[in-house]
């Protein structure tokens, strides 16, 4: 018995402490848990999660990134009263009375659970706070709710209320990627929580229930009717009177944007660049992948960009986006109307002999009624919606509206614009659309794989210069010839409306955007050294992927190749910068949230830039001079002349009262069919590129559209605006290896007293410069003489009809043709009559755009065509007969 008893008393013994061993333990975890609450819960003594700064290049803030948790962190004292007063009317009315839990509120959640009754929910404030910061909220379970209970048991003891109020506005969720009562008043009103509104602060607290369910984008009237409960519920409390509600409720509403969707607090930030820092942000996310997170880090990033030059930019693309789809509206109505008339003839004829594919009214029926629909119709619907609380109404309508405005926004004209420094390669500005959202992405000035049409033509004159076979004095002929592709096939080009200068010089084949002089010096130079030079501008190092970009044909030299507007600027930069290699650059440095210096792509680049030594000299500074020299032709004569309005643009009045003109060069290009305009130029300081085009291949900007029209003057204003304030600077021109000299307009000889058609003074590279005089003037007189007598004692006919000799249309070129009875070339226009049709026809499906350029869809090989390609050059155009809706 004495045994047994024993027994008992050692298992009991054991019981009693394992039982206080365990307690021990349990007791102990959760009181180092509890002591740890200063660390994990006082938000002003651990590292937040905060936003990313990005600063201009002036230090000035452009945007901050940040995660899904977008939170920015404000103390309850900042916080205007009704806010608080909101929170607790919605929430937690005897939040200041209760130790961290309702026991009337808990019993009320119950009752509603078992009866399936809402009646509100049983958890205060500190215990919701709890459930955010140590339980998944999401996990509906009394295990979960004991345990939110023992946690706001530790925040009460170890928190003032005013301390866990100001941690539960400052951590809650509120929607719309949003935590914090300040980053969510900035999404959903654009203002800081100090400026918040009873009203406003009603919308908010509704949020923290069902953020999805009570949105006031998606479902205003259900957030209208929400929103009236807690004003009420304030005016209950005697937290506000009537009157400021009801003037406080009907303010909100009256100014209410019921077209804004509920899209992410992203895409719905403060940002003065948003294409901008798009760049910036995929850049950073590959510097930092795996090691840092540019959403929650709280980094500084100091870029290269100008707010002052990116405000000028955005002002300029949008006006000439608007100006662009206005233009191409025009043009398709025009086709439309003109179409309906042909239609109805189709409609007969299909009619009369059954052939249904030309019945076509239906499907032009579907269009107009679609387009009725969206811009009329649509808007009504929506807001009968509204006034009536058909919720579900309104979002069918924008439902069934998006895939139609979608199909929509595939002919939208489209745009770019890139702004380098020159010397430094800091983009100072970067538009990459029409408009930054959620379908709309693509950054277009880095992204887009375009044709540069005749804004290419440059970087392979600069291989001819450097060739010296070829100056800006080099006389070309300008006149119909057939080239043959190293394939054997053979390609003609032409110019805009087969129209022929006979002989001109090179300065001007090039300032005024003629395809057939262009071609000549391609094949001068030949493809070997016009695809090098092409490549080294265009920023090409691998030799696979240069034989893949630039194919051996004729066509290259109209530029048939893919590239983006910011290699375009790149490469005119280089001419800009004396020749020297531009490597464009967006992101300075990054600091940590300490001040620390973490990465220096800069520092980077410039050592990067010391170790090339001279081979950073990519071209000679005498052929960038010469090169620079030759595109300010395009400015002051060419076609970019009427667009910068012949250098006014560029002219400016400094302090002191003194006008000056800060030089500047360019190039405009538009291609097949009309489908891309540019326009590229320079100065002393900066380079920019502009594109416009579509997102879908095969349409046509329209004639109004082209690089002289459309980009060139958008181009000029925006140069305009962020030279304002800059003193005069001239290009660098280097001390040796050129020389200037003043020849004739028309032979690029020295000039005698006979020559009537003027001089011009150009720039050579040294030993390239005309030595001997001109000879022209002298001979054309004689040998034009000869040949008006020769045609008045012969007689012409075509088709055995008679002819009329225009004599204005007699082109004799001695230095041309020199044969010993001189050939007379006839231009389009020495026929006044023609009888053999034939001889004379045109394929207007061949018929190409201002530079000839190809349509991205077409294939080399189609390319290639039986000598039936035919170019045409709508910049091909001298002043002042120029028409300004002409390219």
């Known amino acids: 018995m004495v045994g047994k008893k024993k027994h008992r008393v050692s298992i009991a013994l054991f019981f009693i402490i394992f039982f206080a061993v365990v307690t021990g333990v349990s007791l102990g975890f959760a009181l180092a848990r509890t002591r740890n609450l200063k660390n994990n819960e006082h938000f002003t003594d651990f590292n937040p999660a905060l936003p990313t700064r990005i600063l201009d290049i002036r230090g000035e803030l452009i945007t901050e990134f940040s995660s899904e948790e977008k939170r920015e962190i404000i103390t309850l004292d900042h916080l205007p009263k009704h806010m608080i007063n909101a929170l607790l009317s919605r929430e937690d009315q005897t939040f200041y009375e209760h130790g961290g839990y309702n026991i009337k509120a808990i019993l009320r959640a119950v009752f509603g659970k078992l009866t399936g009754r809402s009646l509100g929910g049983g958890s205060t404030i500190t215990q919701q706070l709890a459930g955010t910061l140590y339980l998944d909220r999401s996990d509906i379970s009394l295990t979960r709710k004991f345990k939110e209970l023992w946690w706001a048991l530790q925040l009460e003891r170890r928190y003032s209320k005013d301390e866990i109020l100001e941690l539960y506005l400052n951590k809650m969720y509120f929607g719309g990627g949003t935590y914090g009562v300040n980053a969510a008043s900035r999404f959903y009103f654009g203002h800081s929580a100090t400026e918040i509104t009873p009203a406003e602060a009603a919308i908010l607290v509704i949020q923290l229930s069902n953020p999805a369910f009570y949105n006031p984008f998606e479902h205003p009237n259900r957030a209208m009717d929400r929103q009236q409960n807690v004003l009420d519920q304030m005016v209950s409390l005697g937290y506000l009177d009537q009157k400021a509600a009801e003037l406080s409720f009907d303010d909100y509403w009256a100014t209410f944007d019921f077209t804004r969707t509920a899209s992410s607090a992203w895409l719905t930030r403060e940002d003065k660049a948003r294409w901008f820092s798009e760049y910036v942000r995929r850049q950073l996310e590959t510097m930092m992948y795996g090691t840092m997170d540019i959403y929650s880090g709280g980094y500084t ?217 262009s071609l000549r010096i391609l094949d001068g130079i030949g493809f070997d050294a016009a695809i090098n030079r092409a490549a080294t501008l265009l920023g090409y190092k691998d030799k696979d992927e240069i034989r893949k970009v630039f194919p051996r044909v004729y066509s290259l030299g109209l530029g048939v190749i893919s590239v983006s507007p910011l290699q375009m600027a790149r490469a005119f930069s280089t001419f800009g910068n004396q020749g020297k290699e531009v490597t464009p650059i967006a992101i300075r440095s990054v600091e940590d949230r300490n001040g620390k210096t973490i990465l220096d792509p800069e520092r980077e680049l410039r050592l990067e830039q010391k170790r090339k030594g001279s081979a950073l000299q990519i071209i000679s500074p005498q052929n960038a001079f010469v090169m620079t020299s030759l595109l300010r032709n395009t400015i002051s004569s060419g076609t970019l002349g009427w667009a910068s309005g012949y250098e006014r643009k560029f002219s400016f009045t400094d302090d002191k009262g003194r006008k000056f003109t800060i030089p500047a060069g360019g190039k405009t290009g538009t291609t097949q069919n009309w489908a891309d305009a540019w326009t590229v130029g320079f100065t002393p300081y900066y380079t920019s590129a502009l594109w416009f085009g579509f997102d879908r291949r095969g349409l046509s900007l329209g004639l109004d559209n082209t690089g002289a029209t459309l980009a060139g003057p958008a181009w000029g204003d925006y140069m305009h605006e962020i030279h304002k304030g800059l003193p005069y600077r001239d290009f660098v021109r280097p001390q040796n290896g050129l020389v200037q000299a003043t020849v004739c307009k028309k032979s690029g000889l020295l000039p005698t007293e006979h020559c009537t058609d003027g001089k011009t003074t150009l720039d050579y590279l040294e030993g390239t410069q005309p030595t001997s005089y001109c000879t022209y003037h002298e001979r054309h007189d004689d040998l034009k003489r000869v040949s008006i007598d020769r045609l008045q004692q012969e007689s012409y006919s075509v088709g055995q009809r008679p002819i009329t000799v225009d004599r204005s249309s007699l082109l004799v070129d001695p230095d041309v043709y020199t044969d010993p009875e001189p050939r007379v070339r006839r231009s389009p226009s020495f026929f006044r009559g023609r009888s053999d049709s034939s001889s004379t026809k045109t394929d207007d499906s061949n018929e190409e755009t201002e530079d000839g350029d190809y349509d991205q869809e077409t294939d080399t090989n189609d390319i290639e065509r039986s000598g039936s390609d035919s170019f045409n050059d709508t910049e091909d155009h001298t002043e002042p007969t120029f028409n300004p809706l002409l390219d």
């Open 301 to 517: 990033v100091h870029t290269t960009l100008d707010l002052r030059h990116q405000a000028a930019a955005d002002t300029v693309m949008k006006n000439a986006l608007n100006l662009a789809n206005r233009r191409f509206r025009n043009s398709s109505s025009t086709r439309f109307a003109q179409g309906d008339q042909w239609a109805q003839i189709t409609e007969l004829m299909a009619l009369t002999f059954n052939l249904p594919p030309l019945a076509v009214s239906a499907e032009r029926l579907h269009i107009k009624t679609q387009s009725h629909y969206r811009t009329v119709l649509n808007p009504i619907v929506d807001m009968m919606s509204l006034m009536c609380g058909i919720t579900n109404l309104k979002m069918e309508t924008n439902k069934s509206n998006a895939n139609a405005q979608l199909a929509a926004a595939k002919t939208t004209v489209e745009g770019a614009l890139i702004s380098i420094e020159n010397e430094t390669g800091y983009i100072t500005a970067l538009v990459g659309g029409s408009k930054f959202d959620q379908s709309n992405q693509i950054i277009r000035a880095t992204q887009a794989q375009v044709q540069p049409g005749s804004t290419f033509k440059p970087l392979y004159y600069s291989a001819a210069i450097d060739s010296r076979k070829f100056t800006a004095g080099s006389m070309i002929n300008d006149t119909p010839i057939v080239f043959f592709n190293e394939s054997g096939v053979p390609y003609t080009p032409l110019n805009f409306r087969g129209e022929w200068k006979g002989t001109v010089l090179l300065w001007e084949a090039l300032s005024h955007s003629m395809n057939v002089p």
